[in-house]
C-alpha cells in the first residue's frame, strides 16, 4: 500500500536554529499537508498545499513557517528560528483529490528544541 | 468554525469486550466526520469516514460509527477488542460548507488488557 514518507523520524535542535522537516507524499496525490501534535495535545493543523502554492494555513503558521515543494516528490516545512515551544510531533499527509476523502498520513517527526 | 471533543483521555478494556469510543462534535451544518487511529510509532491511519447517507458507517479492522445528528455524536464501536487494537484514536471533523480541513480531537488512547 502506498505510503507518505517522513524524515527524521526524530530530530534535536536548539533553539533559535532552522530545521526542515521532509516529506515524501504518495506519488499520484495533489493535495499536501502538515499537521502538528503537541505531546498530550489535539493534533492541530498548520497548512495545505496545492498547485505550488498554500491553499489554506492556520493561526498557528505564521512568519517563522514555511513549506515548499523544491522537486516532483518531496515536501518540506521549514522552522526559521525554533523555539520551545515548537517541539512536537509533525506530520506530512497527503490526498489524491478534493481533501474530504480522507487523507494518507506520515508516521511523523518528533522534533524536540533544546 | 467546527470543533471536536472525545470526553475519555483513555479507556481501559479487556481483550474479547466490546468498545466504545465517543465522539462530539460542534457545527452548524452537516460536517464531515472521521475516525483515525494511531499505533505506537506510526501515522495516522484512516479507520472509516461519513458524509451523507447511512448514518451507520463501517470501516476497516471490524469497526464501525455511528452518526447522531440529533446528539451531535459519532462514536466508535467494535464488538469484540483484540491485543492489537491498543492504540490512539483520533475523531475529527470537516465542514462541508467551507474549509474541508478537517479539525482534530484530543485522541482517546485504548489500553486492552488481556
Known amino acids: 500500500e502506498p505510503e507518505v514518507t517522513q524524515t527524521p523520524s526524530h530530530q534535536v535542535t536548539q533553539m533559535g536554529q532552522e530545521v526542515i522537516l521532509r516529506c515524501v507524499p504518495i506519488s499520484n496525490h495533489l493535495y499536501f499537508y502538515w499537521y502538528r501534535q503537541i505531546l498530550g495535545q489535539k493534533v492541530e493543523f498548520l497548512v495545505s498545499?496545492?498547485?505550488?502554492?498554500?491553499?489554506?494555513k492556520s493561526e498557528i503558521f505564521d512568519d517563522q513557517f514555511s513549506v515548499e515543494r523544491p522537486d516532483g516528490s518531496n515536501f518540506t516545512l521549514k522552522i526559521r528560528s525554533t523555539k520551545l515551544e515548537d517541539s512536537a510531533m509533525y506530520f506530512c499527509?497527503?490526498?489524491?483529490?478534493?481533501?474530504?476523502?480522507?487523507?494518507?498520513f506520515g508516521s511523523g517527526t518528533r522534533l524536540t528544541v533544546v | 468554525a467546527q470543533s471536536v471533543t472525545q470526553p475519555d483521555i483513555h479507556i481501559t478494556v479487556s481483550e474479547g469486550a466490546s468498545l466504545e469510543l465517543r465522539c462530539n462534535y460542534s457545527?452548524?451544518?452537516?460536517?464531515?466526520l472521521f475516525w483515525y487511529v494511531q499505533s505506537p510509532g506510526q501515522g495516522l491511519q484512516l479507520l472509516l469516514k461519513y458524509f451523507s447517507g447511512d448514518t451507520l458507517v463501517q470501516g476497516i479492522k471490524g469497526f464501525e460509527a455511528e452518526f447522531k445528528r440529533s446528539q451531535s455524536s459519532f462514536n466508535l464501536r467494535k464488538p469484540s477488542v483484540h491485543w492489537s487494537d491498543a492504540a490512539e484514536y483520533f475523531c475529527a471533523v470537516g465542514a462541508s460548507g467551507g474549509s474541508y480541513i478537517p479539525t482534530f480531537g484530543r485522541g482517546t488512547s485504548l489500553i486492552v488488557h488481556p
Open positions: 457545527y452548524g451544518a452537516t460536517p464531515y
Open positions: 498545499f496545492y498547485n505550488n502554492e498554500i491553499s489554506e
Open positions: 499527509a497527503s490526498s489524491e483529490s478534493w481533501p474530504n476523502y480522507g487523507y494518507t
